[in-house]
């Protein structure tokens, strides 16, 4: 895909893993993300920390943020309102082991 015509400054792109669980709402495979570096994050119900790409939530469609409020909602039981105060406080991590990398075409990153 030629990067003039990319959705987001920043994405990171959903291998074939991530594309089954989330490729409903990422049609095109492309996640926005606020940086191209994955980070050590502690998940509910894991173990372990794992790597995750934090998805830059304003610049998702309202469809996009209503289906994973109700996707999360269903998974949780814990309802939207209180899901998305939580994705407001503390960002929305994308684990990275659904991605094949990420891209950005801000190219301050790169120097």
């Known amino acids: 895909m030629n990067s003039s015509k990319r959705q987001y400054d920043t994405w990171a792109y959903l291998n074939d893993e991530g ?12 996640v926005p993300v606020r940086s191209i570096i994955a980070q050590p994050a502690d998940l509910e119900g894991i173990k372990e920390p794992e790597m995750v790409f934090l998805v830059e939530w304003k610049d998702l469609t309202e469809e996009q943020k209503d289906g994973i409020l109700t996707r999360l909602s269903k998974k949780s039981g814990a309802p939207k309102d209180i899901i998305l105060k939580n994705i407001l406080k503390s960002g929305l991590p994308l684990r990275a082991q659904y991605t094949d990398g990420a891209g950005t075409r801000r190219l301050g990153l790169l120097l």
Not at 19 to 30: H, S
């Open 19 to 30: 594309k089954r669980i989330w490729g409903d709402l990422f049609p095109t495979g492309e």
